[in-house]
Nanobody, 125 residues
Framework: QVQLVESGGGSVQAGDSLRLSCAAS????????MGWFRQGPGKEREFVAA????????GYADSVKGRFTISRDNAKNTVYLQMNSLKPEDTAVFYC??????????????????WGQGTQVTVSS
């Protein structure tokens, strides 16, 4: 069974930075794509960023482009989300997700096979 464990959430002020981590484990796990989604209060879960594992090709939601950066450490099976210039509207539970295949479309939650438990990010003004 594949497990995704997120860490790095917290409460910060607007303009601050946070780095989220997601460590993947599982005896036969080999990610094709890993990504981050978030769900704000009263909102649906939405795509934030994703990375195609082998190539490092990335994609971002328009709302985070230029502020967030997704990266990976192959050796550690870990994906990171560096979040800079945080805004109150970034407040959400952030979820790590993994797909067994290399996704053509990164944005759909249904395309991902495994999910973490989520980590809370709260940004105050």
């Amino acid at each position: 069974q594949v497990q995704l464990v997120e860490s790095g959430g917290g409460s910060v002020q607007a303009g601050d930075s946070l780095r989220l981590s997601c460590a993947a484990s599982g005896r036969t796990f080999s990610a094709g794509t890993m990504g981050w989604f978030r769900q704000g209060p009263g909102k649906e879960r939405e795509f934030v960023a994703a990375i195609r594992w082998r190539t490092g090709n990335t994609g971002y939601a328009d709302s985070v482009k230029g502020r967030f950066t997704i990266s990976r450490d192959n050796a550690k099976n870990t994906v990171y989300l560096q979040m800079n210039s945080l805004k109150p509207e970034d407040t959400a539970v952030f979820y790590c997700a993994a797909a067994k295949t290399v996704l053509a479309n990164l944005y759909y939650t249904e395309s991902y096979d495994y999910w973490g438990q989520g980590t809370q990010v709260t940004v105050s003004s």
